[in-house]
Each structure stands twice: as C-alpha cells, then as structure tokens.
C-alpha cells in the first residue's frame, strides 16, 4: 500500500467521513460507488435502487490518481471503484481488491472474451469491465482544414489557445513518448528526459485542460482541436458530424474501466449484486446510450442502433494501433511532477 499511496501523494486531498454505521449483523442497505464522472447514468442507479433497495451514493473522479489518493487517505470506505486497466494492475499487486465471488455475478458471462484476462487481471479474479475506449484527435472540420494525422500536428503554432487536452499527465506523456516512436509504457529516466523538451513546446499552446468534459470547449467553440477520450467524441459526432475523431497513426492508449471492489469495502455483498446488474444486456446498454464508449458487454452490443455500432469513436472501423497502460510503479510520480511543473510555468 505504501508504494500506492506514493504514487497517489501528489493528489491527496481531504476526504469527508462516512456517514452513519452499520450493525455487524445487518447488511448496509447502501453502497458507496467511486466511479469516473460522465460515466454512470443516474437512471442505472436509480434502477438497481429500486429494484434492490439499495441506495448507491455516487461520488466522481476524473483521474485514477485522484482515486487512488481518496482512497489510501482511508478517510471514506468505497464498496466499488472503476479504475483504468493499469491502476487495476497497481492494486492487485498490493493486494487492495477483493476476488470477486463469481457465483454472484452470473450476468459475466455476458462480458466479452477479448475483455477477460487481460494484462491487469490475467486471471479474470477482480475485476468487471464497465466500458472501454480510446484517446484519440478530434477536429472541428469547419475549422481545422487541414490533415492531421498524428500527435505533432495538433500542437502546431497556428492552433495556439485553440487546444483542449485531458489533465491527466499519463495520457499526456503517452502522446510525448507516441511522437518519438516510444510505446507509451516504455517509461524510464530517459525517456522521460526525452519527452522534456517535447512538452516544454506542446503545453504553451493548449487552452483548457479538462477531463471531466473536454467536448464543452469543442462544443462551444472555445477550441477547434483536442485529444479527448473516446466517449466524449462520440458525443460530438453524435451532435455534429463535423467533429471528426483520428487515432493517430502513431498508435493510442485502448483503456479498459473496470469496476472493482477495494479490500476494505463494507458491503461487497452489495457491490457483486451492483456489478451483476449492470452486466444486464438490457442496462449495460443504457449505459451506452449516455456514454458512448466501447460496450464489453457482447449482448449489450447486440442490442445497439445502428447509429451506435457506426459511430467512428465508440467502435473505430479498420485496425487501429492501441494499446493499453501498464503499471509502471514509481515512474508514476515523476511523470506528475513533469506535468505539473511543466503547467504551473506555463
Ligand atoms: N468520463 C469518463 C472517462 C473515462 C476515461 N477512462 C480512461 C482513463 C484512462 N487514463
């Protein structure tokens, strides 16, 4: 734990104490849900409230190292999480998730084999895939005329202050090791050296940083260019086939969301039931109608319009280089400072 409590430090923040406790006999009739924000609709829950019984209380974060932070501070106690594929990897090394009882949750089989087994959780013990996607371009086509086609075309002089980016210093410097011909978990001292000076040029020219919403600038019209997940591009297509999505030929990071249950969670019971139900083909996919990512769900996928299954950023036609993060321990830390330092000069 102390090595993930490292890797969390620089976003520790004060967390608020649990409300209420529960008798040692009686299951709580809640659970406490840590999930990324644009993520979860307030109709699923509302769903499995009713349905159950039991109250979910949502909170939202929009990085996995703001997650990690609130929850090694101890200060609240999650029943669920939905970290990135890498941070599923950190936690099982550190024996911070709870197996999950699979006979609890039969609606798994509903997910799809391409999303069991995987790097993070080789075993398919921990973890349930809530949805997928990608980092990729977006241009507004009105506007951005001409080809782009790889990371350094979007930081190019001329699209100063017309920039939107992710906060989120991994996928930055994932972009930065991209434009060199690096993978973006070859992360040591030197590459990250490397990538100094890239994003020394890179950073200066970005307007708004946000990964909560990074489609409202491109939406408003505040930006004309941006590298957005997956999910927030598909909206904009949705609202506008001028917004255009490009994963960039360099390759992309293909990130996995899983629900997973923190080792010190007070109602697991809770959790596995909140994990089958939204496994339902017929919930997953609502899920989609919100947030259009990459459903894992296989009879969720079955049960999508058209006009989702053709949206280029949910499900991206051809054979897109991408590939998922790795936990790369310490490295984790210095790739923050970078960002963070490199953003405080501005
Ligand atoms: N609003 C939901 C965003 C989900 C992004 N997940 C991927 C994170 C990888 N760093």
């Not at 202050?161 to 434009?179: C, F, K, M, N, Y």
């Not at 408003?220 to 904009?236: C, F, M, P, Q, Y």
Request: hydrophobic share 40%.
């Amino acid at each position: 734990m102390k090595r993930i409590a490292s890797l969390a430090g620089v976003f520790l923040v004060a967390a608020s104490v649990l409300a209420g406790c529960q008798s040692a006999q009686e299951p709580p009739k809640e659970i406490n849900l840590f999930a990324w924000s644009e993520y979860v609709p307030q109709g699923v829950i509302d769903g499995f409230t009713k349905e159950t019984g039991i109250k979910v209380n949502y909170e939202a974060y929009a990085s996995n190292e703001e997650m990690l932070a609130k929850l090694v501070s101890g200060a609240q106690k999650y029943d669920l999480i939905q970290p990135s594929e890498y941070t599923i990897e950190a936690l099982i090394k550190e024996n911070q998730l709870l197996p999950v009882d699979w006979s609890k949750v039969p609606n798994s089989k509903n997910i799809g084999s391409q999303f069991k087994n995987l790097p993070h959780d080789p075993e398919h013990k921990y973890s349930v895939p809530w949805m997928a996607g990608s980092v990729g371009i977006v241009v507004n086509s009105e506007k951005v005329t001409e080809e782009i086609d790889e990371y350094d075309d979007v930081f190019q002089e001329k699209y100063s202050g017309r920039i939107v980016v992710l906060d989120d210093p991994r996928e930055i410097v994932s972009w930065a090791l991209g434009s060199i011909g690096k993978g973006p978990n070859d992360v040591t001292p030197e590459t990250l050296e490397q990538v100094k000076p890239i994003l020394a040029k890179w950073l200066p020219l970005v307007k708004v940083y946000d990964s909560d919403s990074p489609k409202t600038a491109l939406l408003n019209g505040d930006v004309d260019i941006g590298i957005v997940w997956s999910g927030e591009a598909a909206i904009l297509y949705n609202e506008n086939p001028k917004f255009k999505y490009v994963l960039p030929k360099e390759g992309a990071h293909q990130f996995v969301d899983s629900l997973a249950i923190p080792a010190n969670a007070p109602n697991p019971e809770g959790a596995m039931a909140f994990m089958d139900y939204i496994l339902r083909p017929e919930v997953s996919k609502l899920i989609s109608a919100d947030f259009p990512y990459t459903n894992p769900n296989v009879e969720a996928q079955k049960r999508l319009s058209p006009e989702e299954k053709n949206n280029p950023a949910s499900y991206p036609p051809g054979d897109p280089k991408l590939e998922g993060f790795r936990d790369i321990g310490e490295q984790a830390v210095q790739i923050d400072k970078i960002v963070t330092d490199m953003k405080a000069e501005g």
